[in-house]
């Protein structure tokens, strides 16, 4: 038996989506017409230039075409539609920076100044199709430029700004972006820390000839170096641009951004996604997983720098017409009431955060009990939801109780970056919720568990996660890599089916999805995917470094965190030595990655556990991080010896 929770009927009967039966008829129609189905929804959700005729185009599979001759633009979508409808007046963001002071802008004030800056992006020779690296902190600007891109046709791709210079200098290269949107510095719990500057050592690796703007946010007034004529303040850009600037109309497929996460292999992979159908599901998404009412005030925790950011703070909002609160800071500074106080301070009513921060905030409660959520007055939630990793139970209950005071349902919403939207969550108004499992597929999305050879196994037995059908806003490709695009998502194997690359079961009786965890080489550690391939390629990198490996540890708090085991050129250190040696990596990989690749644990051996093939057991590697003794056969093993010396931790 699941333990349940049942939706409260004043939310259902709200709801864009109030009852199983509602969500069994989308469903239906979705089974029984897939393309009328979402013809219909794009028809009715989006502003269409060019009425599309073709909804899918399965002709080249994998490489789905959705709406392709239909004509949009997403930032007409998102801007001018809501001055139409009449709410130019509307506050559209409510921007809490670091410190608590409060910028609000209305949906016409963001439209003017997206619109000035698309005509700056012009004004530089941006176009249509060129590429442009955005390296920002959190803020309206990033926002505006990101929908300026959109307006003009550019194809965003924006790095998150925990990333290290090498990190953002590979992908710029990898994108051959021609310009660089950047601030001058960030604002993180009290601390400013440099954007431009690692802007100016990126582009100085060489290779990024193709850059010829740099245009630069001034947040802090903090110094930087300023490159005339490559530099430009995006104020003195904006400035003298008129408020008015016709779109780009592009077709459905336009690419709308390019987002590198990581996969299996060193190189992190450019995921791109279209304009339509990406915008389509942005759209659906909030009016059926967030139940977004007009009066909600809405507010999601993510950074821009990751999927979430992009479909659900700088579009889905937007398109929905929604108040959005934008939070530059961290979730524990000044204190860890922050959250609360914010949600307090704004009246937000739908909060979006990852089950890391909330881990985080439960354990912080139990050292600070002025920082418990019972102390401010969260009366103005209706909605909570959860992303980026499968949170625990006690976390559900936690989050339910204290945050949403057994009032609030819960949407632990399953999606990753190439998906672009959620997949598997509980609809608010309607399904039954059960801690720890993500539900029932959307309508429309055709989940499903199979085995290695693509056959559907049985509820109550555990598999590979799959979706059979294409869906609008799927990944269409791997920017400069199509190939690679084809192996990872859709082997040949699966018979044509998407595989997400992680397990999950269903229960028995109510078929009811619950994740297990990543079936590849990728971590996900405090909701942020990393490769331990790209950590091992960091490590191999350091001059005394012969061989790495990197594996996942449980950790109570981050959920994964980075264990790497390392093999030296010289002596094996010990005592002092090692543990000096084990923090110089770690600050190699955070100068190599960034901060968030930091192994929390190095060990150092003589060798790795290998078989007599030479390839590392990676399994037995798991066992040893999580400190456990290993029991399995190692009899494949060519030097079993090696395990106890990489038992001890430093
Ligand atoms: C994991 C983040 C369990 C999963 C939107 C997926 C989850 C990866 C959940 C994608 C959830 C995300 N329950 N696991 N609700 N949401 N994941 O690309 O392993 O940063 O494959 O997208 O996060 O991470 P990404």
């Known amino acids: 038996m699941q333990t349940t929770f049942l939706p409260p009927s004043s939310f259902s009967a709200a709801a864009a989506i109030p009852d199983m039966a509602s969500y069994e008829a989308l469903c239906a129609f979705a089974e029984r017409d897939y393309q009328g189905y979402w013809g219909k929804l794009a028809r009715e959700n989006l502003a269409w230039r060019v009425p599309f005729t073709r909804v899918l185009d399965e002709s080249n599979a994998p490489f789905f075409k959705w709406f392709d001759d239909g004509k949009l633009n997403v930032s007409y979508n998102c801007l001018d539609r809501n001055l139409e409808n009449g709410n130019g007046g ?42 442009v690296v955005l390296y920002m902190s959190m803020s309206i600007e990033a926002v505006v ?25 590979e992908r710029i290269a990898d994108a ?84 590198y996460t990581s996969g299996s292999t060193g190189k992190p992979k450019g995921v791109q996604h279209a304009s339509g159908g990406y915008l389509l599901w942005t759209a659906l998404t909030m009016k059926w997983t967030f139940d977004i009412k007009p009066d909600d005030v809405y507010w999601c925790t993510a950074d821009i720098g990751w999927v979430t950011g992009h479909s659900y703070i700088t579009y889905g909002p937007t398109v929905a017409g929604a108040t959005q609160v934008i939070f530059e800071g961290v979730p524990t500074w000044p204190d860890a009431g922050r959250f609360w106080e914010t949600i307090e301070k704004h009246k937000v009513s739908i909060f979006y955060t990852a089950p890391t921060a909330i881990r985080s905030l439960i354990k912080a409660c139990e050292t600070d009990p002025k920082v418990h959520p019972k102390n401010y007055d969260l009366s103005s939630l209706r909605l909570l939801g959860s992303v980026g990793e499968p949170i625990n139970p006690e976390a559900w209950m936690w989050y339910y109780r204290n945050v949403g005071q057994e009032r609030c349902p819960i949407i632990d919403t399953f999606w990753q ?27 429309g999305i055709m989940a499903a568990i199979v085995d290695e050879a693509g056959q559907d196994v049985p509820n109550g037995q555990g598999g590979i996660l799959v ?22 998502y859709f082997p040949e194997e699966l ?43 960091a490590l191999v990198a350091h001059p005394l470094v012969a061989e790495a490996a990197v594996v996942g540890k449980p950790d109570a708090t981050t959920g994964e965190s980075i264990c790497a085991f390392v093999v030296l050129k010289q002596a094996r250190p010990e005592g002092d030595a090692a543990k000096a040696l084990a923090a110089e990596l770690r600050n190699w990989v955070a100068k190599e990655i960034g901060p968030i690749a930091k192994p929390k644990e ?23 991080a999580k400190g456990e003794s290993v029991t399995q056969d190692v009899s494949t093993l060519e030097n079993p010896a090696i395990l106890e010396q990489l038992a001890k931790a430093l």
């Not at 979706?467 to 990872?488: C, E, G, L, Y």
């Open 467 to 488: 979706v059979k059908r294409p869906w609008p806003s799927m990944i269409r490709t791997i920017w400069n890599d199509a190939d690679r695009f084809r192996a990872s």
């Open 176 to 259: 051959g972006a021609v310009a660089v949107i950047t601030a001058d510095e960030q604002l993180r719990g009290g601390k400013r820390l440099p954007l431009k500057s690692i802007v100016d050592e990126a582009l100085a690796l060489g290779g990024c000839e193709c850059v010829r703007n740099v245009i630069v946010y001034r947040r802090t007034g903090g110094n930087v170096k300023h490159a005339a004529p490559r530099d430009i303040w995006l104020h003195d850009l904006m400035d003298g641009q008129s408020d008015v600037c016709e779109p780009e109309w592009v077709n459905a497929e336009h690419p709308l951004f390019i987002l």
């Open 90 to 131: 509307k506050t559209a963001i409510i921007f809490e920076a670091d410190d608590g002071a409060v910028t609000s802008i209305t949906y016409k004030e963001l439209h003017a100044k997206v619109c000035k800056l698309a005509n700056g992006l012009r004004a530089r020779g941006i176009a249509k199709g060129d590429r």
């Open 145 to 169: 430029a990101m929908q300026a891109c959109a307006r003009i046709g550019a194809t965003h791709s924006v790095v998150f700004g925990g990333f290290s210079a090498r990190a953002l200098h």
């Open 602 to 624: 190095i060990r150092f051996g003589d060798n790795l556990p290998k078989t007599r093939s030479g390839k590392i057991m990676r399994r037995l590697l798991r066992v040893l």
């Open 417 to 443: 970056t190439e998906t672009g939207g959620h997949m598997i969550t509980p609809l608010p108004g309607a399904t039954p919720m059960v801690p720890g499992s993500c539900t029932l597929p959307l309508p």
């Open 495 to 537: 018979g044509g089916y998407y595989l997400a690359g992680d397990g999950a079961i269903r229960n028995k009786d109510t078929g009811y999805f619950t994740i297990t965890g990543r079936i590849d080489d990728v971590l996900n550690v405090s909701g942020h995917r990393m490769g331990t391939m790209e950590i091992e390629s």
